[in-house]
Every structure is written in C-alpha cells, then in structure tokens.
C-alpha cells in the first residue's frame, strides 16, 4: 500500500486512561507490523489533552503493556525523537498557533453560546429530527468580539468551519466512506480551557510528526471525515486511512472496558479485557499476539501459529476484513497450551517468572515459586504440561513450592477424600506412610510399586489410594501424577507431609 519512495510512519495515540485494553493493543500490533514490515517508523503518542480523564501513571501503564507484548515504538516516550514533544499536553503552544492560523484564515470563529443556548440547540435539533446540533450563527462573530467575551470572563470556544458538502474518504480497508453534508457540523476545536479537543489535536499531530498512515479502530471512522475537513483547511496532505473490526464478544456484544463493571455487579468473575489482565492471569505474550493478529487479519492460508517475525513477513492490511472480529476466549485458552509447548523452556521459565512476580502478593504458592530454584521451577512446569495458563500451574503444581508446614487442606477434600466411610483415606494414608519409610529408593518406579502393593493390600482401585495420597500430600485433589507429585517433593518432603496430615487429620 505503499510507493516505494514513501518512508512509511505510522503512530499509536492512546489517551492515558488506564491500562491498555485488548483492543488497544490490536492497533498497536497492526501499525508495528506495518511499520516494520517497510522499515517505517512507530511513533508512540500520548493524547492527554483531556485533564478530568487523564489517570495517574495510565503512560507508565500503557508502556510496560507494550513492552510485554514486545511491541517497542521507535518515538515517543521514553525513546524521544526529532518531532517531538510525544505528549500532547506539551504541545499547547502548537496547536494555539495552528487555532490563530484558521481564525485569520477565516476557516474557524469564536463562538461562545452559553450552555442554556447550547441545551436549547439540542432540544431543537431533536424536536425536528436534526441529527446535527449546533447552529452555525449568523453572522459569525468577529475575532475581536471573541477576543472581547473572552476578556470579560466568557466560556468561548474556537470552532471549525465545515465546508458545505459531502466528504468522503478512502478507507484501505472499507473503501469509500462518505459524511453526509446534513451530518457534518461545526466541531469544537478549541475549548474554553484553552485545550484543544481531540479532533484538532490529533490532525495537528499527525501532520508534524509526517504520519503516513492511520490505522485505527473502526469507533473511529467517523471522525475520520472531520479530519479531512480540517486537513483541508490547514493545507495539511491527508495520510491513508485504514478502520480495523470492532472486536465484539463470543455473545454479539461490543467487547469493552465496562464488561468488567457489568461481571462484577452480577456477582460473576470479571473477564480479563485489559492486556494486564491477561498478563496476571497467566497468558503468553506470544499466544496474546498470535490470536490478537488474527482479530481481523487472516493470512489467507490454513495456517494458525505465528510468531512477530512470522507476522511481519506476512501481514499486509490488504488482508484486513471489513467484518467484526470475535474475541473468542476459548480459541485464546487452547493458542495459549500450544504457545506454552512452542517457546523454549527459558523463555518459558521467564514467562512464569513474570506471572509469579506480578501474583506474589496475593497468592502464597506464587510468592513462594519466586523463591524456588529455575530448574526446580522448570520441573514443575513440565509437570503440569497441557496446562490453559500459568494459573493452572499454581493450581496444580503450587503445593511442590511451598514449604511443607504452609501446605493448607482443603475442607471439603479432606472430608470426601480422608475422612469419609471411617476414616478410610486415613488408613490409607496411614498405610502408605509406613511403606514409604520403609523405601530406601525414590524413583517413579519405586512410588509407583508402592503405591500398587498397599492397593491390592488393602484391595482398592487406584484412585481409592492416589486420591488420599494426593491429599494428604498437596492440599488438594487436584496435581499432577502421583509419581510425578512424589518425585518434585522428595522422599524427605512427602514423608514429612505424609506424617503431618496424619497428625492433623488422623483419628484422636
Ligand atoms: N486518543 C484516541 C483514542 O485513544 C486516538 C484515536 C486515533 O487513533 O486517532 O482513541
């Protein structure tokens, strides 16, 4: 999509509202591909020019999600670059001038409607069915008469003169997109506060930081037209523009932020929508990315696994759809299995790790793998192998961290697996204790032979021993092979989980 001469520059504008949402971070992986793919630029922009919605450290949050995902922008902040500042809440003097430039023009006017002739301008428009609101005044006022409102303490505002007539735009993605001249009103470009509005902020910038392409999320598309109005009138060139699918949930639903806040309110877990939470729930940056590519790409092949230099080769955004892309969390949980098998068992440790640091305070078995040994680690994580994310590690494999007295019962596993028909798991348990002690080997072939002799002794199936073993060693029901269980602990360790749980829960 582009000449060869063209250095293609490409930005992501995300305002510091939060953390980095998934949709967000879609934008972010299609403009780094565009860009790397044509050793273009990825410049990082902070639209922060709305005061009441800025959030302390959203920046620093939004930084270190890219930086998981492994997408680094080449200007912005951190970084810097020659076309800077990168926030615009530094840039209040440029887009001031540029404001002055379309007053002289004639191309913007002051206005300074009071909000009851505001309010009033809408209860007309919805009286007669306008789907405008604002009323261009006639005549418009003059700058020396905004100047003078100004003066005396008025709220005035600098808005655009649209052209009367139908704008349209060539979208690389949708086509031809066009704003209907009844649709087009006179927007705010400046507030009262003296802060521009998004609209002008982000055409000004995109201009002076030479953006060649804009690939944004579709909620954007109308804008779009405006931007070009605006263009026009500061003799700016107009980049290509390409709208990504809006990312809806499995239920048709737009997928958002507030999915959360509706989880919550209904008494239900609330779904990871932020790429931190994903992150803390223990996915892999490289399955997120996998599957956020294809929320709107498609190769054009059967073909499902990539990694970013796999992408970069291929992606193209003549492959985008126009269609909306669904986040399906199954297909993530099983890219998230496969990814866990794909990367190597480094970069698997460092993942883990990761996740570990990032639940250490809220989790015991978490805070407690941090103090473990990698290799150790990496026993525990092979162990658990087939696992959704890292949370299913902590689950399953979780008890083999902790120290044996920081082992918790679970109620209910206790009373269904040690304690029921009289207390049957404890004899067991009982009976397992003595045969382990008497055991001078420790070897899955070993643990195996005892556990399958006090079976036939005791004239049970496997799981009526396994279970209250599991129990009596983890917690839990819930853990990797008993032979597998028993080897990351050690003789030493099982035997002395083995002769607490008796000692807790064994008859008095
Ligand atoms: N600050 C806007 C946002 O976060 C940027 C939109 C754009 O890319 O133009 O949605």
Same mark, same amino acid.
Not at 101 to 114: C, H, I, P, V
Not at 151 to 177: C, F, N, S, T, Y
Not at 336 to 348: D, E, G, I, M
Not at 409 to 432: F, R, S
């Given at each position: 999509m582009n000449s060869a001469s063209e250095k293609i520059r490409v930005r992501f ?15 972010v992986l299609f403009n780094w591909l565009l860009a790397r793919k044509h050793g273009g630029a990825f410049v990082l ?18 930084? #270190? ?5 492994g997408l680094q922008w080449d200007e912005g902040?951190?970084v810097?670059g020659g076309l ?31 909000? #009851? ?92 930081m030479q953006i060649t392409h804009v690939l ?9 037209? =405006? ?12 980049p290509r523009?390409a ?31 932020? %790429? ?24 054009? #092949?059967?073909? #499902?696994?990539?990694?970013l230099p796999e992408l970069k080769a291929r992606f193209t955004i003549e492959?985008?759809? =126009? ?50 040994? /990698? ?34 019962? /679970? ?17 067991? %348990? ?42 009596? %060693? ?35």
């Amino acid at each position: 999509m582009n000449s060869a001469s063209e250095k293609i520059r490409v930005r992501f504008a995300p305002s510091p509202t939060g953390y980095l949402h998934i949709g967000g971070a879609r934008t972010v992986l299609f403009n780094w591909l565009l860009a790397r793919k044509h050793g273009g630029a990825f410049v990082l922009r902070i639209e922060d020019t709305d005061q009441a919605r800025n959030l302390e450290d959203s920046t620093g949050k939004i930084v #270190e999600d890219m930086r998981w995902l492994g997408l680094q922008w080449d200007e912005g902040p951190e970084v810097g670059g020659g076309l800077g500042p990168y926030f615009q809440s530094r840039r209040l003097e440029i887009y001031s001038r540029h404001a002055e430039q379309l007053l002289a023009d004639g191309n913007a006017y002051y206005a300074m409607e009071t909000p #009851e002739e505001l309010a009033a301008m809408r209860e007309s428009a919805k009286r007669e069915r306008r789907s405008t609101t604002y009323i261009r005044p006639d005549p418009l006022p003059t700058v020396a008469e905004g100047l003078a409102a100004k003066q005396a303490g008025r709220a005035v505002v600098i808005r655009l003169k649209m052209p009367r007539e139908d704008i349209r735009v060539h979208d690389e993605i949708l086509g031809e997109v066009v704003l209907p001249l009844e649709q087009a009103e006179d927007f705010v470009l400046m507030k009262s506060d003296g802060f521009p509005t998004y609209h002008f902020a982000c055409v000004v910038d995109d201009e002076l930081m030479q953006i060649t392409h804009v690939l944004r999320g579709q909620e954007h598309l109308m804008n779009t037209p =405006k931007h070009i109005a605006l263009q026009r009138a500061l003799g700016f060139h107009t980049p290509r523009y390409a709208h990504l699918p809006v990312i809806f949930n499995m239920d048709g639903t737009k997928m958002s932020k507030r999915d959360k806040e509706k989880a919550i309110a209904k008494g239900m877990k609330p779904p990871e929508i932020d %790429v931190h939470d994903f992150r803390t729930a223990g996915y892999l940056p490289e399955a997120l990315l996998n599957f956020l590519a294809l929320l709107g790409w498609s190769p054009g #092949e059967e073909l #499902e696994f990539f990694d970013l230099p796999e992408l970069k080769a291929r992606f193209t955004i003549e492959r985008v759809g =126009k269609t909306n892309a669904k986040f399906d969390r199954e297909k993530l949980i099983s890219f998230n299995t496969t990814w866990a098998t794909r990367v190597t068992p480094a970069r698997l440790l460092e993942a883990f790790k990761d996740f570990a640091r990032l639940n250490a305070g809220a989790d015991s078995r978490a805070a407690a793998a941090l103090r473990a040994e /990698d290799s150790f680690i990496q026993r525990v994580l092979a162990a658990c192998s087939g696992f959704r994310t890292f949370a299913d590690v902590l689950i399953k494999g979780g008890f083999a961290f902790l120290d044996d007295d920081a082992v918790t019962y /679970d109620a209910k596993a206790v009373e269904k697996v040690l304690l029921k028909n009289n207390p049957q798991g404890i004899k067991v %348990v009982a009976a397992l204790t003595e045969a382990f002690e008497r055991l001078s080997s420790w070897s899955a072939e070993s643990i195996d032979s005892v556990v399958q002799q006090v079976r036939s002794t005791l004239g049970l199936q496997m799981g009526g021993v396994a279970q209250p073993l599991r129990v009596a %060693v983890t917690g839990n029901t819930i853990s990797p092979s008993i032979q597998d269980t028993l080897m990351l602990l050690g003789r030493n360790q099982t035997l002395a989980r083995l002769q607490r749980c008796l000692k807790a829960h064994g008859q008095k």
